[in-house]
């Protein structure tokens, strides 16, 4: 999808020591994590909890920064697990930036081995075990939405090019890390829950990866053939992979520039699974923006990118005869690009509703396309939104021009954007009567932390 950003800061090392008290309790959490679960010698998965964490549309995550109360609901039918993990999580939430620096410094300091494993500013990787863990605490008495969540990452994570020996590690500091910012709760009966979760977790993730990797490669080289500046910001980047990649219309794959080694982000398919094999990316150069301003004006014919798999699943039900309403801001329009010619691959005569955004004419940088689309199927209509005028479509904010344009009952949805629009998009939608269940769309958390 459109590049989605965060600032390169400085690297955050924090803390880097440990008292003798902090490691004694550590050790013996590692320890009964060591010993808790066999893990396979040879399954390549990520070296920690996830750097980047795919979507479970159309739910979104928690947020790190809520208040500690409203972090999960009362749920009365949560196991004791489940209740010990999610009182972990509120009482460090108001400490999160603490509570992930600490943790990779333990790792660090403990396993040095392991630094050149991840990128070499840690800027984008900072807030991501905090999340990934919300999500697995929130999803934890649900097992087929967390097991679907966890393989998907431990699928992903392969090309990082870790082994499931350094679980381990992970977990040794992962328990070190809440062990010293959840310490007004700490117990045994909690550090037994933490172990019994994490466990879990990595075995999953462990699984998965080693499965995949008997019919998919860690990631694919992919040599750059077409390179088209559309504006001064956004390019249009077509490139050729090394073997046959598979995917969906709808869905992202991570990417890695030769500029920017171990930094991947997340980039939408631009069109339908094409009979040349090529695969098209939209790159919108942000400011400070290290991948997607590599990739819209330094990248060319020839060079190599590698790609992570597939993933996302803002994809298009076949078996429903509902209409498609499709709504996507700048260059969220490349996979709904992807969605109507999957569409129309299929055959399928459904009404196909799109709106374009944009906060100008200039910016509307695919309307061409779009509107040949248009011209050549007959239940395809394509509406450009502008915010600033003068304008040739309509004028305003997406959200105002899908509901003045229903009823929309017969229809799902799919959203995809900047992350404000699909708030809001998500608000207009329900207020139209779509319901969640039928609205699709990347994470909010994913679009908030991984485009850079």
Same mark, same amino acid.
């Given at each position: ?7 390169? &800061?400085?690297? !955050? *090392? +924090?803390? @880097? $020591? /440990? &008292?003798?008290? !902090? *490691? +004694?309790? @550590? $050790? /013996? ?68 930036d603490q509570l992930t620096s600490y ?334 269940e039928r609205i699709r769309h990347d ?10």
């Open positions: 999808m459109d590049a989605r950003t965060t600032q390169p &800061d400085a690297v !955050e *090392t +924090g803390r @880097t $020591e /440990t &008292d003798r008290t !902090e *490691t +004694g309790h @550590t $050790e /013996t959490g590692a320890s009964r994590l060591r010993t808790a679960a066999p893990l396979p010698q040879e399954a390549p998965v990520s070296a920690a909890l996830p750097p980047e964490a795919p979507p479970m549309a159309p739910a979104t995550q928690p947020s790190v920064a809520a208040p500690a109360a409203s972090l999960f609901p009362e749920d009365r039918n949560a196991s004791p697990d489940a209740i010990l993990i999610r009182r972990t999580l509120e009482e460090v939430a108001p400490v999160a943790f990779y410094a333990l790792l660090f300091v403990r396993h040095p081995d392991l630094r050149n494993l991840f990128p070499a500013a840690m800027d984008a990787q900072r807030d991501r075990l905090l999340k990934a863990l919300l999500t697995a605490a929130e999803h934890m008495d649900t097992p087929d939405v967390l097991t679907g969540y966890l393989r998907q990452l431990g699928r992903g994570h392969r090309k990082y090019g870790t082994q499931a020996t350094h679980y381990p590690a992970v977990g040794e500091a992962l328990i070190g890390a809440l062990t010293r910012y959840a310490s007004t709760i700490w117990d045994e009966e909690t550090e037994g829950a933490w172990v019994r979760t994490y466990t879990t977790i990595s075995q999953i993730m462990i699984d998965a990866a080693a499965e995949n990797e008997l019919h998919a490669p860690a990631w694919w080289q992919a040599e750059v053939v077409s390179h088209e500046l559309r504006t001064a910001d956004i390019a249009v980047v077509t490139v050729r992979p090394d073997q046959p990649y598979p995917f969906l219309a709808g869905q992202y794959t991570s990417l890695e520039t030769p500029w920017w080694p171990r930094v991947w982000r997340h980039y939408s398919f631009a069109s339908a699974p094409r009979p040349d094999g090529l695969l098209s990316f939209h790159v919108k150069a942000v400011p400070a923006g290290w991948v997607s301003n590599a990739l819209v004006h330094h990248a060319g014919p020839g060079d190599v990118l590698r790609l992570g798999p597939p993933a996302g699943s803002m994809i298009v039900d076949h078996s429903s005869h509902n209409g498609l309403l499709c709504l996507g801001g700048g260059t969220g329009i490349a996979p709904i690009k992807a969605l109507v010619e999957d569409v129309a691959e299929h055959g399928h005569r459904r009404p196909v509703e799109v709106f374009y955004g944009a906060r100008s004419d200039q910016d509307l940088y695919d309307i061409e396309t779009m509107l040949r689309l248009e011209s050549e199927h007959s239940w395809l209509s394509v509406r450009p939104v502008v915010a600033e005028g003068p304008t040739l479509g309509l004028m305003g904010q997406l959200p105002e021009a899908v509901r003045e344009h229903g009823p929309w009952h017969e229809y799902d949805a799919y959203l995809s954007g900047p992350p404000g629009m699909i708030r809001s998009g998500l608000d207009a939608l329900k207020g139209a009567g779509i319901p969640s994470s909010l958390e994913e679009l908030v932390a991984a485009a850079n």
